[in-house]
């Protein structure tokens, strides 16, 4: 396996999820050096148990962190992965294309008090070849000779529901979990704990996709438990070593000729804030005062119905199939963007604890008991960016390394608690004309969709990085993960952070072979 001196300039990528995996392996196949650095450890298949807790303890970052705004929970925020392969390994394999008036929220929703709505610098036209592509390499359902996965039973409750509501955009979706083998992955078993990782690899991820692949190529070196501390330059500006701690403690510096930023959209905004100079005082591409702004975890929230009949909503791929219908743009609603009914489960101590955050009581065991007759959907929609909404350093908490850890703030704008309250009275009426007895709706727990802080922009003024994901500031920087989104859309991220992660990697290429960078 190849490996590099710290004295070498690589490409650095900064960690090895959906974007830092993704653009990793298409530099590495490109005859790109590369050196991705990944703060967690390197797990195997034989690692990934169907244990909730087990994984949840394996898989998560659990360095402290703080939230504030009272709607995400305020010591656990964001719920992200802190392993080799990042949070592919965590996610439910939702694969699904931004609509074409999402890449321009600005110009389809006008000006909205509150909101700092800007247009992508790229638009679908230019994206759709980079969703094919993203699609074939991963597998996605429904899409080329892949074929979809089967409904389970919740899924078949949710589109009951709906189709007796009139909804018509009902259907498993596009899930990057192999129907049949592919790519040397078998084929989904509905084991059905796909967000604690997959035991049989069947579901994407970087962590034995992609970070194999790119090893193969004799370009590419993982150092894993590598926890990057800052970023730094030259005389001239421009990025030249990556400082992290290895699994040691002990502190070493990379050499690098660029760098691609993926540490999810909180520690990539934290990294750019902790790496302040003289010559970048409010840290790294913030010369506009960006970095870290306009956070957005999507509007969400949860419906659980008790069914008349047993439903086991834990059998099978966790997120089933959703209900698209209201996911357009359609003001006449009362808020701007759209939003997804999505299949949702969860273990029972799970359960026990979201069903009804502090219930307590003989009416909430007898929900409880009643574990096998629940169906559950998940809200995913268009979160508005909010420049007040924001990653910040919170100097009164310190990490392992005495640095002030990320603070993350949100506040739901006008716009998203209208969209919230339509999205759960709409999901109450689906799981009533189902024919359930209780419904509960519940709050938005820890993100797991985080996006912003780094977007996009046409203008240097209006955000951190370009259409490439370069930063208008420091051209050999790069985002490569959710944190460059100019808007959140009401899909699921990942499938464009792929996309992106392989536009961005033949653009790279092309730079580095024009010596423009």
Known sequence: MKAYALSEPVVVVIGSGAGGGTVGYDLAREGIDVVC?????????????????EMFAKLSWLDPRTGSGGVLPDQFPAWICKTVGGTTMHWAACALRFQEHEW????????I??????????DAKAMQPWYRRAEASMGVGGRGDMPPLPGNSNYKVLAYGAR?????AVSTGHMAINSRPFDGRPGCQQIGFCSSGCAIGAKWSTLYTSIPKAEASGHFELRDQ??????????????????YRDAEGRLQRQRARAV???????ETARLLLLSQTARYPDGLANSAGNVGRHYMPHTTGSVFGLMPGEVNFHRGTQMAGLIGDQGRHDPIRGFAGGYLLETLSGSLPLMATSLSPGGWGRDYAKALERYQYMAGQWICGENLPVASNAITLNDKVRDAGDDPVANVHFEYHE???????????????????????????????????????CRQSERPQDGV??????????????????????SSAAENPTLTIVALAMRQAAYIRDQLAGKAL
């Open 113 to 122: 008090d509150g909101a700092k709505l800007i247009d992508w610098p790229v």
């Open 104 to 111: 321009k929220p600005r110009s389809t929703y006008g000006a």
């Open 415 to 453: 716009n998203d608690k209208a969209m919230l309250s339509h999205a759960k009275q709409q999901g109450r009426l689906i799981y009533e004309a189902a024919g359930a007895k209780q419904v509960f709706t519940d709050p938005a727990f820890p993100a797991t969709h985080n996006m912003g802080t």
């Open 226 to 243: 590598a926890t990057v501390v800052r970023i730094e330059h030259n005389d001239a500006g421009k990025v030249d070593a990556v400082v």
């Open 164 to 168: 007796k509501l009139g909804y018509t």
């Open 260 to 266: 691609c930023l993926a540490a999810n959209s909180i």
């Open 465 to 486: 990085c370009n259409g490439y994901g370069q930063s208008h500031d420091i051209p050999n920087l790069f985002i490569s993960d959710g944190s460059q989104f100019s």
């Open 37 to 53: 650095l990944e703060a967690g450890p390197r797990l195997t298949l034989r690692d990934v148990v169907n244990d909730d807790a």
